[in-house]
């Protein structure tokens, strides 16, 4: 009776091992602004995550069940978001000399990751694109191209394009070279503004206590819980009975013994 009641804790506990779900890693190398943005947008969509520490930067961990989940809530946030190259970054003295055509190359990237990065913190920015083209002379004798820059920006709902669109503009062509007249000219600076689709969780869920689970199956875990409620003074009294009849026999052992004991 005692180790049948021994069985049944220790498959409890393995049940409730095995409801703790297998994490599974969802980034990794992620910098400490990264990580918090992940996790703070994981938070917002009720999916729990933790994040770890490496030597190589920050991992996210979430439940298996979650990855699907996590991973289209993410792609509609934009998360984690593309590290820009700064300036300085681009330019860092290698000890190599670069030819005009790879300067000028380097330089027009550079020029694209500083406006992205700038529009990027504008609030319901997601994803910002900026494709710049420079005043050049394809050859001698021949009239320079004028200056060009195209910017596309993916935005959540909190984003007007009308109250916006102005503003990016202006900032673009106050940052590139021969682009001070692009403002009377729209051929010279143009703008696109994509809505994002915001994610909905098909799931709906509900608090369990400190748990979240399906609404559909809040009934099943409240009448397991009760279940497990009642059961367990059940399963401590048979243990206690249990117990307490080893000891009874241990003791008329020991007793039987002694009396045979010369």
């Known amino acids: 009776m005692l180790q049948g009641l021994f069985r049944c804790v220790l498959c409890l506990c393995l049940l409730f091992i095995t409801g703790c779900g297998e994490r599974i890693e969802l980034h990794r190398q992620l910098s400490e602004p990264q990580a ?35 991973v289209h809530a993410l ?90 669109q102005p503003r990016v503009r202006r900032m673009v062509a106050g940052s590139l070279p021969g682009m001070v007249s692009a403002l009377d000219d729209p051929q010279k600076i143009t703008t696109v503004f994509v809505t994002s689709t915001a994610y909905k969780d098909a799931r709906q869920l509900a608090y369990f206590g400190p748990f979240l689970v399906p609404v559909q199956n809040l009934d099943a875990w409240k009448k397991t819980f009760i279940g497990s409620l009642l059961g367990l003074p059940l399963i401590l009294t048979g243990l206690f009975f249990g117990l307490k009849k080893l000891i009874s026999l241990r003791d008329r052992r020991v007793a039987k013994n002694g009396r045979h004991t010369p």
């Open 75 to 164: 792609t509609a946030a934009g998360l984690p978001r593309t590290p820009r190259s700064s300036l300085g970054d681009i330019f860092r003295k290698e000890g190599l000399i670069s030819t005009p055509l790879e300067e000028r190359a380097r330089y027009i990237y550079a020029l694209s990751q500083e406006l992205e990065a700038t529009l990027s913190k504008i609030d319901g920015v997601i994803i910002a694109r900026v494709h710049v083209v420079l005043p050049e002379r394809v050859a001698p004798g021949e009239p320079v191209q004028p200056a060009s820059a195209s910017v596309f920006i993916k935005h959540d709902a909190r984003l007007d394009p009308d109250s916006v």
């Open 36 to 70: 918090n943005e992940v996790m703070a947008a994981l938070a917002d969509t009720q999916i729990p995550a933790q994040k770890i520490p490496t030597k190589n930067g920050v991992s996210i961990h979430v439940n298996a069940q979650d990855i699907s989940r996590a």
